[in-house]
C-alpha cells in the first residue's frame, strides 16, 4: 500500500489525521501533511478509512 495527498485540494476537514494520527497530520492552515508514504499493517485500515472520508477526495490509496 502507498497512500498519497493533493494539498491543492485539501480543504482542512481533518478527517484523515482524526483516523490515522501515524501517517497524516494537518500543518498551520489545516492542509494535510503526509507522515508516511508507505503505512505498515497496523495503520492500512485506518488509512483505507481516511481516504474514504475525505470530504475533496485529497487523499488516494494506492493498493500495491
Do not use: I, W, Y
Not at 482542512?12 to 492542509?31: I, K, M, R, S, Y
Not at 470530504?55 to 490509496?61: G, I, K, L
Amino acid at each position: 500500500m502507498r497512500v498519497t495527498v493533493d494539498k491543492e485540494q485539501c480543504v482542512g476537514a481533518g478527517q484523515c489525521v482524526l483516523n490515522a494520527p501515524d501517517v497524516f497530520d494537518q500543518d498551520d492552515d489545516g492542509v494535510v501533511v503526509l507522515l508516511r508514504e508507505e503505512p505498515d499493517g497496523q495503520d492500512r485500515e485506518a488509512v483505507r478509512t481516511a481516504g474514504d472520508l475525505c470530504p475533496s477526495a485529497s487523499v488516494t490509496v494506492h493498493e500495491d
